[in-house]
């Protein structure tokens, strides 16, 4: 257990840019622990999810396999002169859906937007 929590916060310090802050104010100290620990929970919370259904990847595999699906805005100009912005994920790969069904997730995260301005 101990390695988890090691290997967790190695991982939080390192791939989501946890790292030292040298803060002025207590509050904002106070701020930045609260901010990782939500992280560490969150994280645990994703892996112990993934453990129960089978799925036994390291966070750093996990992180790395997800991280090709993207969403992606499309921008157009109208010959009236207003912008079109459509925003969509790009398409769920094989290696995705596991990990998507065992955190009984949907494979589109984020339904497609089109926003005329």
């Not at 079109?84 to 937007?113: F, M």
Request: hydrophobic share 35%.
């Amino acid at each position: 257990m101990m390695t988890d929590i090691e290997d967790a916060f190695r991982c939080m310090k390192s791939e989501l840019g946890l790292r030292p802050v040298y803060h002025q104010k207590e509050v904002r100290c106070d701020g930045h622990i609260f901010i990782t620990l939500l992280a560490y929970h969150l994280l645990h919370t994703i892996r112990y999810k993934l453990r129960q259904k089978g799925v036994l990847f390291c966070w750093t595999t996990i992180r790395k396999q997800l991280s090709t699906q993207v969403r992606i805005t499309t921008t157009m100009k109208r010959k009236d002169g207003k912008v079109i912005r459509i925003r969509k994920s790009s398409k769920v790969e094989p290696s995705h859906q596991s990990i998507y069904d065992a955190l009984n997730l949907p494979y589109q995260p984020g339904r497609t937007l089109k926003i005329i301005s």
